[in-house]
């Protein structure tokens, strides 16, 4: 079956602009996760949502981050005012329990 | 502070060889490990877990290690193939939580 999709896979911005990612999971898994992997560095968590309950927002480098899910499918990660530091390539995972997760391809963000 | 720590930033093996790929963690309360292998501009797929439970688990050429008391898991791999070569992270989850914490990886060169 079809795996985890994001988009755009590449997105480059100006330095104050803000952007938004897309992350459709795999069907009928209930939890959704964001990481995001800066150069030469491990994935580090973003945000988690598991079905109907509220998000762990807890790695959230900022205010300027947010996300949402919608209809328990679709996700959108948001980052406001983005600053040079943003740069990394952010990854969608899902799964149908807490133990493995699939990860999509991941959107490069490069902030100029 | 660095909860697992991938010490061994690259490994070259030879093929036909054992691949071993160390990882080290400092939390306690990890109740889960994974190993995920990522290739250049892909998402990171899943190879192998264990639970905190167990000190091994096999999956064909892979096999998971864990020793509880030093904190240390390994992935070994055997007979290593060229097609092996590729960036492994290691991965842990807290009890109770559902994200993911990772290890910066660790690239490894499987040479014919």
């Known amino acids: 079956g079809a795996g985890v999709s994001q988009s755009p896979s590449n997105k480059v911005t100006e330095k104050g602009k803000d952007v938004e990612l897309r992350c459709d999971p795999i069907?009928?898994?209930?939890?959704l996760y964001w990481y995001r992997q800066s150069l030469g560095q491990g994935l580090e968590f973003l945000i988690y949502?598991?079905?109907?309950?509220?998000?762990?927002k807890s790695g959230l480098p900022s205010d300027r981050f947010s996300a949402e899910r919608t209809g328990g499918s679709v996700s959108t990660l948001t980052i406001q005012r983005t600053q040079q530091e943003d740069s990394a390539v952010y990854l969608c995972?899902?799964?149908?329990?807490?133990?493995?997760?699939?990860f999509g391809p991941g959107t490069r963000l490069t902030v100029t | 502070d660095q909860q697992v720590k991938q010490n061994s930033p690259s490994l070259s093996v030879q093929e036909g060889r054992i691949s071993i790929l160390n990882c080290d963690y400092t939390?306690?309360?990890?109740?889960?490990f994974l190993w995920y292998k990522k290739y250049p501009a892909e998402g990171p797929t899943f190879l192998i877990s264990?639970?905190?439970?167990?000190d091994k688990n096999e999956d064909g050429r892979f096999t998971v290690f864990l020793n509880k008391s030093a904190k240390h898991l390994s992935l070994h791999i055997v007979p290593s193939q060229p097609g092996d070569s590729a960036v492994y992270f290691c991965?842990?989850?807290?009890?109770?939580?559902?994200?993911?914490?990772f290890g910066k990886g660790t690239k490894l060169s499987v040479k014919p």
């Open positions: 995972a899902s799964s149908l329990n807490r133990d493995e997760q699939y």
């Open positions: 069907s009928g898994h209930t939890a």
């Open positions: 949502f598991q079905g109907n309950s509220a998000p762990d």
């Open positions: 939390n306690s309360m990890f109740d889960y």
């Open positions: 264990i639970s905190s439970i167990k």
């Open positions: 991965a842990a989850r807290g009890y109770g939580q559902g994200n993911l914490i």
